[in-house]
């Protein structure tokens, strides 16, 4: 849909031949037959598990097809809180993901340009944590920031800490970890788009008496806009739904469940499948029009 | 609707048609939706009733071999990672057993092979260990194969109280292969005085730095034991609410640090939690792991009692394998050799004379071979019917889930 206006910015589109070829039909076969098997065929048996009802005299776990609705009352009554809290967790770690990278890629992508072989140093520093599974790269996390760790006592000792405070387990430690581990997502790219930023638009722009601040403002934030739009999305989509970092094995606390959590909770412990699923369609949904929004108004019209 | 001018720039205006003309017209979405009814139609077929399924027809005597999926850590492994007392079975009886660590957790299992269990095919494995309640419910859903006792002759060996469980009168269908306490363990360093019970673990000096199983019945059992319900007895949502209301009490006011299933440990070695509701057999190895820190009892006022179980899976066509398999292991000298591993309670009885033999100290060990006194304070929580346990276990999720 939308996501088109950015991603192809380049392709020529009125050199497409408009006669539909047979061979060009054969050649979208397969990706036709994958997105059916593996996307469509679970989407809809999604949807239908959403709205089955519990069997008469059934034992737990056991549905019948049906048209209940009222699974998803229940679900957004029973599990709002979790729900607000994702968005708001993933819209935190977002700005905070945002803030951190946008100067490091313009580090690397802007002021580096003199040196090629430290920009690409640089770079392979920022993939260099995708070497290793993020699982492990969160569990360590988790052992780094222990109440006896060395991090944890420092900060008890000069007191930015109370002395009975912990870290993990808490909203903040999640909210800490999704934005560690999406960081690359955003670096990504705002470094490709920063790279290509033309310097000479911000000459001109000095030229004209435009203060640095002015310059930022209404000629790099512009030119980087695309890169802000395909960073914050990448960011933000996964985050929403990850339920690793909020795991209570990993860095989350009962207070600090997501929407993931629950839709696990639901599905492997309770066999409840059909909130599962409405939970599932549920946050879909909510992400695709949270997305269609901030891409209309972002992507499309002020890129333009 | 009037269309909105195009900007002037060539470019952006090929950008903006090419975005319009990607946008899902009605008709392609209605296309879509048949296709994938469609090839729901035929996922649908695959997915049966709620009739039982029937036993599949034993191979046994022609094909010696047994696939056994078990939890981890749960056999004896030597150095070269092989099993010893698996390869004596195979030498003595010529069965080939393919050991696989599949099961982490009851619920995962179960989620992978439901959906096999319900057609009654194969699940990829002859016999799996899973716990008291999670084979209740197999049971229930009549997804495990009658074992012949007469072909079992040491089950004569089976600890008296485990002969008749709620889940399964008369042993028809499982067989225990090792259990375990759930009790109350704490840091020595830190907390020298000890933890006797369960009320000692909500002292304010404590506050989140206490750690509970995610297990239900383990967490609820205990707390229930601490306000004398009898776990085992008579009991019911009155009893049960009260003790959610103590552990949602404590969960919320941050008491309870967090709600762990198996990697508990880690929060005992980073001492992010100094005392916890905990699995007797972990401690063992914890402490032969990171130096001696931690102490286990079963509190005075009762701790859970819990086996995990073989049960052959319906679809299984090496039934009388299997049951030559839990014969040997029901032999005590086997016994003693697992237990001398494992750390977890053999239900063998004779195992620990067997064990006295291997080393003493073992055997004293009340956590591998508990006497009299400490299994007078193991309780095993009854058997819950399909309702309660979908009341129960939504109860307990919610608290874990913070709402």
Redesign the interface.
Known sequence: MAFAAFATTTSEAEQVPRRKSPVALLLLLPGILYLVLFFLTPLVSLLLTSFQAPSEFGDIGQYTYAFRWENYVQVVTDYLPHILRSFGFALIATVLALVFSYPLAYFIGVTARRWPLAQSLMLVLVIAPFFISFLLRTLAWKQILSDESFIITSLKAVALMAPDAHFTGTPAAVIFGLTYNFIPFMTLPLYTTLERLDLRYLEAASDLYAHPVEVFRKVTIPLSMPGIVAGTLLTFIPAAGDYVNASRDFLGGPDSQMIGNVIEANFLVLQNYPAAAALSIILMSVILIIVSIYVKRAGTEELL | MKPRPL?ADPM?Q??????Q????GRRTLLT??G???A??AL?ACSTGG?AKPKAAADKSAAEKSIRWDNWALYIDVDDAGNYPTLDAFTKKTGIKVKYTEAVD?N??YY?KV?DQLALGRDIGADTVCLTDWMVG?LI??GYTQELDHANIPNLANLQPSLKDVGFDKGRKMSVPWQGGFAGICWNKEKLPNGIASVEELWDPKL???IGVL?EMRDTMGLIMLDAGVDISGDWGDDEFNAAIDVLKKQ??DGQ??????N?YK??LI???TLAAIVWSGDIVQLNAENGDKWDFVVPEKGGTLWNDNFVVPIGSTHKKNVEELINYYYDPAVAAEVAAYVNYITPVVGAKEAAMAIDPELANNQLIFPDDATLAKAHVFRTLT?AE??KY??AF???????
């Open positions: 900007p952006i090929q950008l903006i048609r090419q975005a003309r990607a946008q899902l879509g939706a296709a994938g009814a090839a729901l996922a709620a957790d619920n995962t989620g439901k419910r229930r859903f506050k989140g730095r995610s969960v919320s309870v640090r967090n709600i762990k299933g990697s880690e929060d980073n001492e992010d399909g346990e979908q276990d939504a999720q919610s608290i874990l889930l913070g709402s």
